[in-house]
């Protein structure tokens, strides 16, 4: 057990350039969701932001089902996660991984960016109180399957051009276990999203909601 963050340091030193341009490719995308909230008719807006105000006014009124925040969380991080490692496997998806990255940021980006606009210092707080605690765990994991979804489709690639021949079924077992890894710690991202959150959005409501 010891060895394992000796491992995944080295393992993030290998790979530093991937993570750096996946960084990049998400922060981007997070800019350019923020960016496209001002873009979104009033309508569109007044919409949201009543769905918004409605569930903040009445949450101390109503019964959250946590496991089924749980699940759907699950869901959504495992659809992701399960697209990036296909789309590795597949050599050809590799346009795909990054557009993907790009997309969760993008979501991120706007989310984040209607809360703040609508809410002022009420949405910074609301979105750190929210949004923030599970992503802590879920962006370094996304992240990381689409590092080992690039890293394995470059490799093929490269391989092939230089008709080198490698064990490719234990490359696939060594990224399947690793991609598992990560996956595995996307449920605790959903455990914080469906248990930890909905309290700290219930304290917000309650007692911050000024």
Do not use: W
Request: aromatic share 14%; glycine share 6%.
């Amino acid at each position: 057990m010891s060895h394992f963050p000796r491992f995944f340091l080295e393992y993030l030193r290998k790979n530093i350039i991937q993570y750096v341009l996946l960084s990049i490719i998400l922060i981007v995308g997070i800019i350019v969701g923020s960016f496209t909230v001002n873009m979104i008719s009033d309508i569109q807006r007044e919409s949201i932001l009543s769905l918004i105000s409605g569930f903040l006014a009445n949450i101390s009124n109503i019964s959250i089902d946590n496991s089924s925040v749980f699940y759907l969380s699950l869901s959504n991080n495992f659809k992701t996660a399960i697209a990036l490692i296909l789309f590795g496997l597949s050599v050809v998806g590799l346009p795909f991984i990054l557009a993907l990255i790009f997309f969760r940021g993008f979501v991120l980006g706007f989310t984040v960016g209607f809360l703040i606009e609508q809410l002022g210092p009420k949405g910074i707080v609301l979105s750190a109180l929210s949004i923030l605690p599970q992503n802590i765990v879920i962006l370094p994991c996304i992240l990381s399957i689409g590092v080992t979804s690039l890293t394995f489709a470059t490799t093929v690639i490269k391989n092939k051009i230089k008709n080198h021949h490698e064990n490719y079924s234990q490359m696939v077992a060594g990224y399947l276990l690793l991609n598992l890894f990560f996956s595995f710690l996307l449920i605790i991202s959903s455990l914080i999203e469906g248990y930890i959150s909905p309290v700290f959005i219930k304290f917000y409501s309650n007692h911050l909601n000024f």
